[in-house]
């Protein structure tokens, strides 16, 4: 079936430090792929997508290629902030059926530190 | 523009009690879902909604859940009885657009739930 696995936190870097969140999917056919993130208190927030292999979702900083020979998506920023202390959630929609569900990894905790 | 709002933000209940949870989407957006994370868990997929009629209820977990949304606005999701296993965050998301890749679901803060 449709599943998607990230690396599990929480993951604990300094102010600054280079971040890397592992995602990696299955799915048939040729799904969207997402990171959405969570901060304290709020909902979820679409932070970048990908709709087609080799495309680069970009936003605040962040940066994730889908790379459908090793079926990834991995979440990356090259100087991290407090404020970015959050909950990460890779997920991908399938695309292939009347419905677009979001398939969700389990979630990975972010805490910077000053 | 209002985001989608969902009401109670938190509900703590007692097992076999009900409990009934509203999403309001954000205005124009024919669709509508629901999702749930337990305990740390991924989130999950519940149903779906188009306007008024249920497109995907594939995640339902049993028949002890309840959706609806009449007149294509709001939805509630009512549990009954509840169940200890039912806990965990409910999210709500609306979107404009259904079948365009990449398009955006729109999340509420979501109801914490505890069953007691």
């Known amino acids: 079936g449709n599943s998607v696995t990230q690396m599990e936190g929480p993951v604990t870097l300094s102010e600054e430090a280079f971040l890397t969140i592992n995602c990696t999917y299955t799915a048939t056919g040729y799904p969207s792929l997402f990171w959405y993130v969570q901060y304290p208190g709020e909902g979820l927030q679409l932070l970048l997508k990908?709709?087609?292999?080799?495309d680069k979702g970009s936003n605040k900083g962040f940066e994730a290629t889908y790379r459908k020979e090793t079926t990834s998506f991995h979440l990356e920023k090259g100087s991290v902030q407090v404020s970015d202390s959050a909950v990460y959630f890779c997920a991908l929609i399938r695309g292939m059926e009347n419905t677009d569900k979001l398939i969700f990894g389990t979630g990975t905790r972010l805490q910077v530190f000053p | 523009e209002a985001g989608v709002t969902q009401f109670p933000s938190h509900s703590v209940i007692e097992k076999g009690q009900t409990v009934t949870l509203r999403c309001d989407p954000i205005s124009g957006h024919d669709n509508l879902y629901w999702y749930r994370r337990v305990m740390g868990k991924e989130i999950k997929f519940l149903l779906h909604?188009?306007?008024?009629?249920?497109?995907?209820e594939s995640g339902m977990p049993n028949n002890r859940f309840l959706a609806e949304r009449t007149g294509g606005t709001y939805s509630t999701l009512k549990v009954q009885p509840a169940e200890l296993e039912d806990s965990g965050v409910y999210f709500c998301?609306?979107?404009?657009?259904?079948?365009?890749?990449?398009?955006?679901?729109?999340f509420g803060p979501g109801t914490r739930l505890t069953v007691l």
């Open positions: 990908a709709t087609k292999a080799d």
């Open positions: 998301a609306s979107s404009e657009h259904l079948g365009l890749p990449g398009a955006e679901q729109f």
């Open positions: 909604f188009v306007k008024e009629s249920k497109q995907d």
